[in-house]
Nanobody
Protein backbone atom coordinates (compact mmCIF):
# COMPACT_ATOMS: atom_id res chain seq x y z
CA UNK A 1 0.00 0.00 0.00
CA UNK A 2 1.18 3.51 -0.85
CA UNK A 3 0.06 6.71 0.81
CA UNK A 4 0.15 9.96 -1.14
CA UNK A 5 -0.11 13.35 0.53
CA UNK A 6 -0.10 16.70 -1.29
CA UNK A 7 0.76 20.04 0.30
CA UNK A 8 1.66 23.58 -0.68
CA UNK A 9 -1.60 24.91 -2.08
CA UNK A 10 -3.03 28.27 -1.16
CA UNK A 11 -4.12 31.68 -2.37
CA UNK A 12 -1.79 33.60 -4.67
CA UNK A 13 -2.11 36.70 -6.82
CA UNK A 14 -1.93 36.49 -10.62
CA UNK A 15 1.68 36.37 -11.72
CA UNK A 16 2.74 34.75 -8.46
CA UNK A 17 4.31 31.38 -7.72
CA UNK A 18 3.60 28.30 -5.64
CA UNK A 19 5.36 25.00 -5.12
CA UNK A 20 3.28 21.90 -4.53
CA UNK A 21 4.75 18.83 -2.88
CA UNK A 22 3.62 15.21 -3.14
CA UNK A 23 5.04 12.85 -0.54
CA UNK A 24 4.68 9.12 -1.18
CA UNK A 25 5.21 6.58 1.58
CA UNK A 26 4.67 2.88 2.12
CA UNK A 27 5.48 0.04 -0.23
CA UNK A 28 6.59 2.24 -3.10
CA UNK A 29 8.76 0.83 -5.85
CA UNK A 30 12.11 2.49 -6.48
CA UNK A 31 10.96 3.31 -10.02
CA UNK A 32 7.58 4.94 -10.26
CA UNK A 33 5.67 7.33 -12.45
CA UNK A 34 4.13 10.41 -10.89
CA UNK A 35 1.81 13.03 -12.25
CA UNK A 36 -0.08 16.14 -11.23
CA UNK A 37 -3.70 16.58 -12.27
CA UNK A 38 -6.13 19.38 -11.57
CA UNK A 39 -9.88 19.65 -11.45
CA UNK A 40 -12.41 22.45 -11.22
CA UNK A 41 -16.06 21.88 -10.28
CA UNK A 42 -18.12 20.59 -13.18
CA UNK A 43 -15.12 19.68 -15.30
CA UNK A 44 -13.08 16.55 -15.86
CA UNK A 45 -9.80 16.08 -14.08
CA UNK A 46 -7.01 17.08 -16.45
CA UNK A 47 -3.37 16.05 -16.62
CA UNK A 48 -1.00 18.93 -15.84
CA UNK A 49 2.43 17.29 -15.80
CA UNK A 50 3.98 13.84 -15.62
CA UNK A 51 7.44 12.55 -14.72
CA UNK A 52 8.50 9.03 -15.65
CA UNK A 53 10.75 6.64 -13.76
CA UNK A 54 13.58 7.83 -16.03
CA UNK A 55 12.79 11.48 -15.18
CA UNK A 56 11.36 12.32 -18.58
CA UNK A 57 8.69 15.00 -18.28
CA UNK A 58 5.65 16.11 -20.25
CA UNK A 59 3.30 19.03 -19.72
CA UNK A 60 -0.13 20.18 -20.74
CA UNK A 61 0.09 22.92 -23.37
CA UNK A 62 -1.62 25.33 -20.99
CA UNK A 63 1.23 25.16 -18.46
CA UNK A 64 4.31 24.67 -20.66
CA UNK A 65 7.03 27.15 -19.83
CA UNK A 66 5.37 28.07 -16.50
CA UNK A 67 5.22 24.81 -14.51
CA UNK A 68 8.04 22.39 -13.72
CA UNK A 69 7.66 18.88 -12.33
CA UNK A 70 10.60 17.29 -10.53
CA UNK A 71 11.34 14.62 -7.97
CA UNK A 72 13.59 14.07 -4.99
CA UNK A 73 14.19 10.33 -5.25
CA UNK A 74 15.60 9.83 -1.75
CA UNK A 75 12.57 11.53 -0.19
CA UNK A 76 10.02 9.89 -2.52
CA UNK A 77 8.70 13.37 -3.09
CA UNK A 78 7.50 14.95 -6.32
CA UNK A 79 7.20 18.69 -6.76
CA UNK A 80 5.27 21.00 -9.03
CA UNK A 81 6.80 24.44 -9.31
CA UNK A 82 4.19 26.83 -10.65
CA UNK A 83 5.20 30.29 -11.90
CA UNK A 84 3.36 33.12 -13.66
CA UNK A 85 0.11 31.81 -12.25
CA UNK A 86 -3.13 32.80 -13.92
CA UNK A 87 -6.70 32.82 -12.58
CA UNK A 88 -7.47 29.89 -14.89
CA UNK A 89 -4.93 27.82 -12.95
CA UNK A 90 -7.35 27.84 -10.01
CA UNK A 91 -8.27 24.23 -9.22
CA UNK A 92 -7.79 21.38 -6.81
CA UNK A 93 -4.46 19.78 -7.66
CA UNK A 94 -4.05 16.04 -7.22
CA UNK A 95 -0.95 13.90 -7.19
CA UNK A 96 -1.05 10.46 -8.81
CA UNK A 97 1.65 7.88 -8.17
CA UNK A 98 1.84 4.68 -10.21
CA UNK A 99 3.76 2.02 -8.33
CA UNK A 100 2.35 -1.34 -9.35
CA UNK A 101 -1.06 0.29 -9.22
CA UNK A 102 -2.39 3.83 -9.19
CA UNK A 103 -2.57 5.86 -5.98
CA UNK A 104 -4.12 9.29 -5.47
CA UNK A 105 -3.76 11.94 -2.83
CA UNK A 106 -6.58 13.94 -1.32
CA UNK A 107 -5.83 17.09 -3.32
CA UNK A 108 -4.70 20.61 -2.45
CA UNK A 109 -6.55 23.78 -3.41
CA UNK A 110 -4.79 26.41 -5.51
CA UNK A 111 -6.59 29.72 -5.91
CA UNK A 112 -5.19 32.46 -8.14
CA UNK A 113 -7.00 35.71 -7.50
CA UNK A 114 -6.35 39.37 -6.80
Amino acid sequence: QVQVVESGGGLVQPGGSLRLSCAASGSILSAYVAAWYRQVPGKQRELVAIITSGDSTKYADSVKGRFTISRHAAKNTVYLEMNSLKPEDTAVYYCNVISGRSYWGQGTQVTVSS
